[in-house]
């Protein structure tokens, strides 16, 4: 009896497994994008561009004055490097590097040629809302003399030399010689915020070594053109110097200036400037006061030629 209770479980055991579910299978790709976790969406961030107001937008056109040219030499007699190729040159790469970010660049002279002092004056009187960067070196007999200046004339144009000044200095191996005001024809005769900045005396041994180096006159064209970036954010800082950075990266980077102290030579000659310049007029004077006594000894000989004539006329009437 236990054997046939035994079969008869054993069969029912095997029909219901006849019956049983199969075994599960692997998700499809359907079922998988189903039950897969979503991603988190990453929020937008929306940015607000702050404009400035009219009256506090800097100018965005530069117009580069590179000092003499043509059969203007530049410096004074004598002088081995010739300032003209030397304020071209640090002018085209102020021009490239103020159009890599964003300004309008205008050049009074693109090559080497001769342009009045009028037409440059001209040239930047023709724009509005621009600035007017006169670019020269220093030259004197007195070849110790060294350094660098940044000249100004109007009280509008005083921030720029500021800037400009700060940065030239700052960076430049050699004195600094400071800020100075002066009216040069160019400074004098401009509507617009207008500077003329000395890089330095052709004249000095080392200081010319320094301008024939390609690298040098990079460095003075972008240290001009930090100044012109940062003219905008000059303030009165008392006792604030600049630190130089060591990186040889050329970017233009914001910060505040500190307004430079300046001299005023409006009525005040330096005699490391002006010492060939009173030679020459000397010379000018003596070869005039030679012409004025060859004049009067003419005038005189005239005079009495005509006195004699005059008494013969009347003693012939």
Do not use: W
Request: proline share 6%.
């Amino acid at each position: 009896m236990r054997q046939y209770l035994l079969l008869f479980a054993s069969a029912f055991v095997l029909a219901n497994s006849a019956h049983a579910l199969p075994a599960p299978t692997t998700l499809n790709e359907r079922e998988r994008r189903a039950v897969a976790p979503r991603p988190t969406p990453t929020p937008v961030v929306r940015t607000r561009t702050v404009v400035a107001p009219e009256g506090q937008r800097p100018s965005t056109t530069v117009i580069i004055d590179a000092g003499h040219g043509g059969f203007d030499r530049g410096g004074i007699p004598g002088q081995r490097v010739p300032e003209k190729v030397m304020t071209l040159d640090v002018a085209q790469r102020l021009k490239a590097i103020l159009q890599a970010y964003g300004y309008r660049v205008v050049m009074t002279r693109d090559s080497d040629v001769f342009v009045t002092l009028g037409n440059r004056v001209a040239i930047a009187n023709s724009y509005r809302d621009a600035i007017f960067v006169c670019i020269h070196f220093n030259a004197t007999p007195r070849s110790a003399a060294s350094g660098i200046e940044t000249y100004f004339y109007s009280s509008q144009s005083l921030p720029l030399a500021s800037a400009i000044h700060y940065y030239v200095a700052g960076g430049a191996p050699t004195a600094n010689r400071g800020v100075r005001r002066r009216g040069f024809y160019v400074l004098r005769n401009t509507r617009i915020p207008s500077v003329l900045v000395e890089c330095g005396f052709l004249t000095n041994p080392n200081e010319a070594q320094y301008a024939q180096n390609s690298a040098y006159r990079q460095k003075l064209a972008l240290e001009i053109a930090h100044g012109i970036q940062n003219r905008a954010s000059v303030s009165r800082i008392p006792g604030a110097t600049r630190i130089v950075s060591s990186s040889s990266a050329a970017t233009l980077e914001p910060e505040t200036v500190p307004l430079q102290p300046f001299i005023d030579q409006t009525h005040y000659r330096d005699p490391d400037l002006t010492r060939h310049r009173k030679s020459s007029k000397r010379s000018s004077k003596s070869t005039s006061s030679k012409r004025k006594k060859s004049s009067d000894s003419t005038s005189d000989s005239e005079t009495k030629s005509k006195k004699k004539k005059s008494k013969s006329t009347d003693a012939e009437g």
